[in-house]
């Protein structure tokens, strides 16, 4: 079981910054695959991108260029940079963690992330 704390979320013009947080506990961070997903509104929860623990990454096409995933594993902590936002990008953000040897998802409580146009 890990345990995972988001923080960094916000109200931010179109165009504008933000970085979200995640600090995890409970099991070895370097082993732990990383990930942020988001839910708007009326919309089931996807995938937003990942961090593997080779540091390799992957990212849904909707924000490739202007989202950045990376993990600090010193400080048990992933962040998604997130540039350029858009009002479609609007949404609760979940941290997830999946840990060997099950890789089964544990999920934050989400942090509010709101574009405005």
């Known amino acids: 079981q890990v345990q995972l704390v988001e923080s960094g979320g916000g109200l931010v013009q179109a165009g504008g910054s933000l970085r979200l947080s995640c600090v995890a506990s409970g099991s070895i961070f370097s082993r732990i695959r990383m990930g942020w997903y988001r839910q708007a509104p009326g919309k089931e929860r996807e995938f937003v991108a990942q961090?593997?623990?080779?540091?390799?990454?992957n990212y849904v096409d909707s924000v490739k260029g202007r989202f950045t995933i990376s993990r600090d594993n010193a400080k048990s902590t992933a962040y998604l940079q997130m540039n350029s936002l858009k009002p479609e990008d609007t949404a609760v953000y979940y941290c997830n963690a999946r840990p060997p040897p099950t890789y089964y998802s544990n999920w934050g409580q989400g942090t509010q992330v709101t574009v405005s146009s």
């Open positions: 961090v593997l623990i080779d540091g390799s990454t």
